[in-house]
């Protein structure tokens, strides 16, 4: 019972994970029906620059403010003067946009910061005994800090979406974008403030994942992984549902936990393989995931 | 501005052209073939990737299907050299048709999915692919070598006898070998892209829907198409084995190799048999002039912002580009139809039809 | 003679590389109820895309209250009190019906009197009301319709057009549409511009109409000679 535990446990903190980096694609998919496949890369940057504050000695709770506003300024530029100035064209063009700020900025950061691996700062609480039992499994403070983080995120996030004005013309322009412009919505200041905000709240994710993620420190091949989880949650939950994004995310990460603790002869190290598996699962038995509306493409 | 003067297809000019190209290409390949083997060697890493971007051209250039996840292929292709020659002996060149076979299976396999799943979906698809295979690697350590990598005994490298290469001389012999398989990818590929299959591939890239109710079997074109990129690609790896001697799946077939095979096509010209040679010089000059800039990370930022002005500036590539500038001098049409005698007749004969006549039409 | 509310010159505009209207000059003074008839393709929904501010004209000028309106897009038409309710209703379909009036009213800033419109146009379409939290894609073709106008309506305009209101719905929920519309400017003195196909019931609450024929204005007038004339009558009216 307590190995059970303890796996749901350990599922649960990655899954908190990815639900934050999936929340990300969702904020971005829902705004401007894309898939923003240099996500990771905007929250490694931007980790980067927090690295590079805590290395001169700023605490890494109060660095990772302007990472956040970097973050956003980089996510609004993008959109604004890359992808808009494309999308009209095709979507493939959209996607290798998005695949050259892949590659730039990865590439960029092993510039600037070089490409070993650097020990970033833990976030929550960590070392020794830091932990409670629960019917004998170990849950880590650490744990219930990230799952706690990440459902106060996707509360804040609710609450903007429903309660706050701009929510609103954001909700509006994922949902009918001309319409939403007769209204008076100023559809282009909408998208940059969507990919400002999904590239801001990268930044804050990607601070609080590096260490908890393999292999624990920061390098530039520190957000594959985590994209195609992240991806693969938000595929599954639906891609424009952030409650979708909160389902797919931690039944992925108990999922791959549970699978990878009792199905023997994958060993453990097939989660990528997995995930693989249900990116494609779902995109031929039902792509508009679990909670999903809208699709990407109409027939 | 006089109009491009109109060359018909072939005709004793338009096949004088491809002559003169084919005899260009034969000089290129004997100058090579003299280089030290240092550069000799550039040059054939220059050709292997070539090679693999042809065969992604297949596959996201002619028929539309965005694949970020050919290195895949790339790696499926040099593993199965890897395995044949180091655990069952076979001569290293004999293993190139078999990497292309294996990869042709597996394309189909991946093509499968891509029935149902379209556009950005299916990038998503290729790009958890680029990232699975190396984890698929390690899976099966005893036949691959897991993440440790693999490595081939320059002997078994040997160049065959019947070449008349000697063991050191096995950079010539891979020189070769790559020449004769690059000049066969553009051999087939420029046939394919001028057949009607190469027609129903840009059918299905330009409007499923419309091909798709004229008659093109979308299945059979998304899959085999699949298949033969997978393949070529595939087969590109194969002599990449054979060019490094040694396999590291976390080091040459992830999926930032994949986007370079991307970003390299994109760069090179899409839907051109030029674009691949281009992509691949690309590929492999670009991080080697700058490997001494940020750390060897310069040439990532450089392809990023090469990418960036390609597809904004010159949407359709180097290559792309170059057509574009030759088509204002010079254009290729086939040949128009010839018409029927029959047909130029008037069309009401002189007498009524007879009783026999009408009862057969 | 008054000013006009708002008058629109020499309009020609386009999709691509096709030109739709051809030198299409209309006029609607306050409190007006004006109608333009055309059949399909005549281009009457693009000549209310351009009018919203929505569709760039290629040529031609607006004037609102006499002075020319310079930059032309959606959110300054709407400035200017114009507001479109769109062909095919352009409802925010994963929004509840509440929120549909909210982002109606974006351009507001006076929030106590947005909810106080709010509740107004439920009183008038009392339907809507009864729907509030219900999704808004859920709700009928004729409901929706309500839904749109009641949108454009939050914004205050003073002009309201709408394109082709009567399509797809039943001819009992088209005549109480229709009704509506009267009394809204009767009371609000809100000016209509309507576009419509089949005109009869349009005409009735009609004081002016412009007859569209493939991107021409070929005939205007009052409504009562429109139903006079004999040729019109059996090409829109049906009778």
Same mark, same amino acid.
């Given at each position: 019972?307590?190995?059970?535990?303890?796996?749901?446990?350990?599922?649960?903190?990655?899954?908190?994970?990815?639900?934050?980096?999936?929340?990300?694609?969702?904020?971005?998919?829902?705004?401007?029906?894309?898939?923003?496949?240099?996500?990771?890369?905007?929250?490694?940057?931007?980790?980067?620059?927090?690295?590079?504050?805590?290395?001169?000695?700023?605490?890494?709770?109060?660095?990772?403010?302007?990472?956040?506003?970097?973050?956003?300024?980089?996510?609004?530029?993008?959109?604004?003067?890359?992808?808009?100035?494309?999308?009209?064209?095709?979507?493939?063009?959209?996607?290798?946009?998005?695949?050259?700020?892949?590659?730039?900025?990865?590439?960029?950061?092993?510039?600037?910061?070089?490409?070993?691996?650097?020990?970033?700062?833990?976030?929550?609480?960590?070392?020794?005994?830091?932990?409670?039992?629960?019917?004998?499994?170990?849950?880590?403070?650490?744990?219930?800090?990230?799952?706690?983080?990440?459902?106060?995120?996707?509360?804040?996030?609710?609450?903007?979406?429903?309660?706050?004005?701009?929510?609103?013309?954001?909700?509006?322009?994922?949902?009918?974008?001309?319409?939403?412009?007769?209204?008076?919505?100023?559809?282009?200041?909408?998208?940059?403030?969507?990919?400002?905000?999904?590239?801001?709240?990268?930044?804050?994710?990607?601070?609080?994942?590096?260490?908890?993620?393999?292999?624990?420190?920061?390098?530039?091949?520190?957000?594959?992984?985590?994209?195609?989880?992240?991806?693969?949650?938000?595929?599954?939950?639906?891609?424009?549902?952030?409650?979708?994004?909160?389902?797919?995310?931690?039944?992925?990460?108990?999922?791959?936990?549970?699978?990878?603790?009792?199905?023997?002869?994958?060993?453990?190290?097939?989660?990528?393989?997995?995930?693989?598996?249900?990116?494609?699962?779902?995109?031929?038995?039902?792509?508009?995931?679990?909670?999903?509306?809208?699709?990407?493409?109409?027939? | 501005?006089?109009?491009?003067?109109?060359?018909?297809?072939?005709?004793?000019?338009?096949?004088?052209?491809?002559?003169?190209?084919?005899?260009?290409?034969?000089?290129?390949?004997?100058?090579?073939?003299?280089?030290?083997?240092?550069?000799?060697?550039?040059?054939?890493?220059?050709?292997?990737?070539?090679?693999?971007?042809?065969?992604?051209?297949?596959?996201?250039?002619?028929?539309?299907?965005?694949?970020?996840?050919?290195?895949?292929?790339?790696?499926?292709?040099?593993?199965?050299?890897?395995?044949?020659?180091?655990?069952?002996?076979?001569?290293?060149?004999?293993?190139?048709?078999?990497?292309?076979?294996?990869?042709?299976?597996?394309?189909?396999?991946?093509?499968?999915?891509?029935?149902?799943?379209?556009?950005?979906?299916?990038?998503?698809?290729?790009?958890?692919?680029?990232?699975?295979?190396?984890?698929?690697?390690?899976?099966?350590?005893?036949?691959?070598?897991?993440?440790?990598?693999?490595?081939?005994?320059?002997?078994?490298?040997?160049?065959?006898?019947?070449?008349?290469?000697?063991?050191?001389?096995?950079?010539?012999?891979?020189?070769?070998?790559?020449?004769?398989?690059?000049?066969?990818?553009?051999?087939?590929?420029?046939?394919?892209?001028?057949?009607?299959?190469?027609?129903?591939?840009? !059918? =299905?890239?330009?409007?499923? *829907?419309?091909?798709?109710?004229? /008659? @093109?079997?979308? %299945? &059979?074109? $998304?899959?085999?198409?699949?298949?033969?990129?997978?393949?070529?690609?595939?087969?590109?790896?194969?002599?990449?084995?054979?060019?490094?001697?040694?396999?590291?799946?976390?080091?040459?077939?992830?999926?930032?190799?994949?986007?370079?095979?991307?970003?390299?096509?994109?760069?090179?010209?899409?839907?051109?048999?030029?674009?691949?040679?281009?992509?691949?010089?690309?590929?492999?000059?670009?991080?080697?002039?700058?490997?001494?800039?940020?750390?060897?990370?310069?040439?990532?930022?450089?392809?990023? !912002? =090469?990418?960036?002005?390609? *597809?904004?500036?010159?949407?359709? /590539? @180097?290559?792309? %580009? &170059?057509? $574009?500038?030759?088509?204002?001098?010079?254009?290729?049409?086939?040949?128009?139809?010839?018409?029927?005698?029959?047909?130029?007749?008037?069309?009401?004969?002189?007498?009524?039809?007879?009783?026999?006549?009408?009862?057969?039409? | 003679?008054?000013?006009?509310?708002?008058?629109?010159?020499?309009?020609?505009?386009?999709?691509?590389?096709?030109?739709?209207?051809?030198?299409?000059?209309?006029?609607?003074?306050?409190?007006?109820?004006?109608?333009?008839?055309?059949?399909?393709?005549?281009?009457?929904?693009?000549?209310?895309?351009?009018?919203?501010?929505?569709?760039?004209?290629?040529?031609?000028?607006?004037?609102?209250?006499?002075?020319?309106?310079?930059?032309?897009?959606?959110?300054?038409?709407?400035?200017?009190?114009?507001?479109?309710?769109?062909?095919?209703?352009?409802?925010?379909?994963?929004?509840?019906?509440?929120?549909?009036?909210?982002?109606?009213?974006?351009?507001?800033?006076?929030?106590?009197?947005?909810?106080?419109?709010?509740?107004?146009?439920?009183?008038?379409?009392?339907?809507?009301?009864?729907?509030?939290?219900?999704?808004?894609?859920?709700?009928?073709?004729?409901?929706?319709?309500?839904?749109?106008?009641?949108?454009?309506?939050?914004?205050?305009?003073?002009?309201?057009?709408?394109?082709?209101?009567?399509?797809?719905?039943?001819?009992?929920?088209?005549?109480?549409?229709?009704?509506?519309?009267?009394?809204?400017?009767?009371?609000?003195?809100?000016?209509?511009?309507?576009?419509?196909?089949?005109?009869?019931?349009?005409?009735?609450?009609?004081?002016?109409?412009?007859?569209?024929?493939?991107?021409?204005?070929?005939?205007?007038?009052?409504?009562?000679?429109?139903?006079?004339?004999?040729?019109?009558?059996?090409?829109?009216?049906?009778?």
């Amino acid at each position: 019972m307590e190995i059970l535990l303890s796996r749901v446990f350990a599922g649960a903190t990655s899954g908190s994970i990815y639900v934050l980096i999936a929340l990300c694609l969702v904020i971005v998919f829902r705004s401007s029906s894309t898939i923003n496949f240099a996500q990771g890369e905007f929250a490694l940057f931007t980790t980067y620059v927090t690295w590079w504050m805590t290395e001169r000695g700023i605490h890494v709770w109060l660095a990772i403010v302007p990472a956040i506003l970097v973050g956003f300024l980089m996510g609004a530029a993008a959109e604004r003067w890359l992808i808009r100035p494309v999308k009209k064209r095709d979507e493939t063009a959209v996607l290798i946009v998005a695949l050259a700020l892949f590659t730039g900025l990865n590439g960029l950061d092993g510039w600037i910061w070089g490409s070993d691996d650097k020990v970033f700062p833990r976030m929550l609480p960590s070392g020794e005994g830091s932990y409670i039992t629960i019917a004998g499994a170990r849950l880590h403070y650490d744990s219930i800090a990230i799952i706690a983080i990440m459902f106060a995120v996707v509360g804040g996030l609710t609450l903007f979406f429903n309660r706050t004005s701009m929510g609103l013309q954001m909700r509006a322009v994922a949902a009918n974008p001309e319409s939403a412009a007769l209204c008076g919505v100023r559809v282009g200041r909408v998208l940059t403030l969507s990919w400002g905000l999904s590239a801001a709240l990268s930044a804050f994710a990607g601070a609080l994942l590096i260490p908890l993620v393999p292999p624990g420190q920061l390098g530039l091949a520190g957000m594959f992984h985590v994209l195609i989880f992240a991806t693969a949650a938000a595929l599954l939950g639906g891609l424009d549902s952030v409650k979708g994004a909160v389902v797919g995310g931690l039944g992925l990460g108990i999922g791959l936990a549970l699978v990878n603790g009792y199905v023997g002869f994958l060993g453990g190290s097939m989660s990528l393989t997995v995930a693989l598996v249900v990116i494609v699962v779902i995109l031929l038995v039902r792509p508009t995931g679990l909670f999903g509306a809208r699709r990407l493409e109409r027939v | 501005m006089s109009s491009p003067k109109v060359i018909v297809r072939d005709s004793a000019i338009h096949r004088a052209l491809i002559g003169g190209g084919v005899v260009i290409g034969i000089a290129l390949a004997l100058w090579g073939s003299g280089l030290a083997p240092f550069e000799q060697g550039q040059i054939t890493r220059v050709m292997i990737y070539s090679i693999a971007i042809a065969g992604l051209n297949v596959a996201t250039g002619y028929a539309g299907l965005l694949s970020v996840g050919h290195s895949a292929f790339f790696g499926i292709g040099a593993y199965t050299t890897g395995i044949l020659v180091v655990k069952h002996g076979w001569g290293a060149w004999a293993t190139i048709p078999a990497a292309f076979g294996i990869c042709l299976v597996v394309g189909l396999l991946v093509g499968l999915p891509a029935l149902r799943i379209r556009g950005l979906y299916l990038a998503m698809v290729t790009l958890a692919f680029a990232v699975a295979f190396p984890e698929i690697v390690g899976r099966f350590e005893n036949l691959t070598g897991g993440a440790g990598g693999m490595t081939i005994h320059r002997t078994s490298l040997r160049p065959p006898e019947w070449t008349g290469f000697s063991l050191g001389e096995k950079g010539a012999w891979l020189f070769w070998l790559s020449v004769i398989v690059l000049a066969l990818t553009i051999y087939v590929t420029a046939s394919l892209t001028r057949s009607r299959y190469g027609l129903a591939m840009s !059918a =299905v890239r330009e409007n499923e *829907i419309a091909a798709s109710s004229s /008659g @093109v079997n979308i %299945a &059979i074109v $998304k899959t085999a198409t699949f298949g033969l990129s997978g393949a070529i690609t595939g087969a590109a790896g194969a002599l990449f084995a054979m060019y490094m001697g040694s396999l590291y799946a976390e080091g040459s077939f992830t999926l930032l190799a994949g986007i370079t095979l991307l970003i390299g096509l994109v760069i090179g010209g899409e839907r051109t048999i030029l674009g691949p040679i281009i992509g691949g010089l690309v590929v492999v000059y670009v991080p080697y002039y700058t490997s001494d800039i940020g750390g060897g990370q310069a040439s990532a930022v450089l392809f990023a !912002a =090469v990418l960036l002005l390609v *597809i904004f500036v010159a949407p359709a /590539g @180097v290559a792309g %580009a &170059i057509n $574009k500038f030759v088509a204002r001098f010079m254009v290729v049409r086939s040949a128009p139809p010839v018409s029927t005698p029959a047909l130029t007749e008037s069309p009401v004969s002189d007498q009524a039809p007879t009783q026999n006549e009408r009862q057969m039409s | 003679m008054s000013t006009p509310l708002f008058t629109a010159e020499n309009l020609v505009a386009g999709y691509g590389g096709a030109t739709v209207l051809h030198d299409v000059s209309v006029t609607v003074d306050e409190h007006e109820v004006v109608v333009v008839l055309g059949a399909n393709g005549a281009g009457k929904s693009t000549l209310l895309s351009v009018l919203a501010g929505q569709l760039p004209a290629l040529q031609g000028s607006f004037t609102v209250d006499g002075k020319t309106v310079g930059q032309i897009r959606p959110d300054i038409m709407l400035q200017h009190g114009i507001s479109l309710v769109p062909q095919g209703r352009g409802t925010l379909a994963p929004l509840s019906v509440l929120d549909n009036m909210r982002v109606g009213a974006i351009s507001r800033s006076d929030r106590r009197e947005v909810e106080a419109d709010i509740d107004r146009w439920f009183s008038v379409f009392p339907r809507l009301a009864e729907r509030r939290d219900q999704i808004a894609g859920t709700l009928s073709g004729g409901e929706q319709q309500m839904l749109a106008i009641a949108r454009a309506l939050m914004s205050r305009p003073r002009l309201l057009l709408c394109d082709e209101i009567s399509l797809g719905l039943a001819p009992v929920i088209i005549q109480g549409l229709f009704e509506t519309l009267r009394e809204i400017n009767a009371e609000s003195g809100t000016a209509l511009l309507l576009v419509e196909q089949n005109a009869q019931l349009a005409l009735d609450i009609a004081s002016r109409v412009y007859l569209l024929e493939v991107g021409h204005v070929t005939a205007s007038g009052t409504a009562e000679q429109f139903r006079a004339d004999d040729s019109i009558r059996a090409a829109y009216l049906g009778y």
